[in-house]
């Protein structure tokens, strides 16, 4: 569904990502996990079309995505949940999530918000308050909620568990896991690596804009070099 080959990006004439490989195949829940900095967010970047590549290649449905704009990768299924939310915040929940429907029928929106509404139950409940009052986690939910809203097949997370407690983050993640169930591929991005790859089908270590090692998530999580040097057991 995704392949990265050599993929090298970065800003302005810096190179941040180094001839970085990745597969995420249909219905594939995969983890893209390494340290503050390791060039996570850059690599969704520049598979969501918000950074050109510098070279390489990143095909989605076998279709080479370069020179296609974000909005229009987004019709076509592939959708990102930003680092920062980007929500709106003066609007309400639901408001918000309508935002993130801009690509579907009236019937398909509706649709949409009821899965949305049973996914994250909290904001059916809150479908009226203003987005700026929730918190961290409660605002996660929604961005995800609202990528869900364009119908998508791929979807990129950046670190949904972030400012999470141990137990919301599981909540969070159990939430990503139940959206691949539904039959959406995920590449989820954490620096939690632990919990990552412990939901994870496949998994890739990054570290200095180069992949490192990859494999199976449980794999990863008993490898001994993984455990020392990235999850600090
Ligand atoms: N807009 C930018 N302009 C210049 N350099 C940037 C920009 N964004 C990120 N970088 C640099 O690119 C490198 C990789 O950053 P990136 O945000 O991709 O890492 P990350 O793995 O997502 O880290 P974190 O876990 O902290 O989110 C860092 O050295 C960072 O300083
Ligand atoms: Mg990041």
């Known amino acids: 569904m995704l392949t990265l080959e050599k993929l090298c990006a970065g800003y302005g004439r810096m190179r941040i990502l180094h001839e970085v490989d990745l597969h995420v195949g249909a219905g594939e829940l995969v983890a893209l996990v390494g340290a503050n900095g390791a060039g996570k967010t850059t690599t969704l970047r520049g598979i969501c079309g918000q950074l050109a590549p510098q070279s390489g290649r990143i095909t989605f449905d076998g279709a080479d995505t370069a020179g296609r704009r974000p909005d229009v990768l987004v019709r076509d299924g592939l959708v990102h949940v930003p680092e920062d939310r980007a929500l709106f915040g003066t609007l309400t929940v639901e408001e918000n999530l309508r935002m993130g429907a801009w690509t579907a029928s009236a019937d398909a929106a509706r649709t949409r918000l009821e899965q949305v509404y049973e996914l994250f139950p909290i904001l059916a409940e809150r479908r009226d308050q203003v987005a700026q009052t929730f918190s961290g ?95 600090g057991l």
Do not use: H
């Open 137 to 231: 986690g409660q605002q996660q939910m929604l961005a995800i909620g609202r990528a869900l809203m364009a119908g998508p097949r791929l979807l990129l997370l950046d670190e949904p568990s972030t400012g999470l407690s141990p137990k919301l983050t599981w909540t969070m993640l159990d939430a990503v896991r139940e959206i691949r169930d539904t039959g959406v591929s995920v590449l989820l991005v954490e620096q939690n690596a632990k919990q990552a790859l412990a939901i994870a089908d496949r998994a890739y270590v990054m570290e200095s804009g180069s992949v490192v090692l990859s494999g199976g998530g449980a794999e990863l999580a008993d490898d001994e070099r993984v455990r020392k040097a990235y999850l």
